[in-house]
């Protein structure tokens, strides 16, 4: 892990479930940046269509790692997917720790403890 940056995690859960713990334990919220998470799912539209986007949302078993740190201090390899801001309200009415277009993604994503949701796109 590279000097300046905040926090950093495993994503083995689900970027939006995963992304959301940092933020809450934070006070603050994460806005994913669609172009940067669209450019992720790219390689896998082939293979899974319009549920690419779903599975970059959604998917653990890459085990990528997450980080916060200033715009100006992105270590080598790592990739921009969005920026923390102050909680906003979502589409849902409940404040959200985690949004893409200002809809909430926190619910997508893998939970030990219960069943798993269908995704927008289902």
Do not use: F, K, Q
């Amino acid at each position: 892990m590279s000097a300046g940056m905040g926090v950093a995690m495993d994503v083995s859960d689900g970027l939006g479930r995963d992304a959301a713990r940092p933020a809450a334990a934070s006070g603050v919220g994460i806005e994913l940046d669609r172009a940067a998470l669209e450019r992720m799912a790219a390689p896998l539209r082939p293979l899974l269509g319009n549920r690419a986007l779903d599975c970059v949302l959604a998917s653990g078993e890459e085990h990528a790692l997450l980080g916060t740190c200033d715009a100006d201090a992105v270590p080598p390899g790592w990739h921009v997917i969005g920026r923390v801001v102050a909680p906003a309200a979502s589409t849902s009415g409940r404040r959200a720790a985690v949004t893409l277009d200002g809809v909430d993604v926190v619910e997508r994503g893998w939970s030990h403890y219960e069943r798993a949701r269908p995704s927008s796109s289902d």
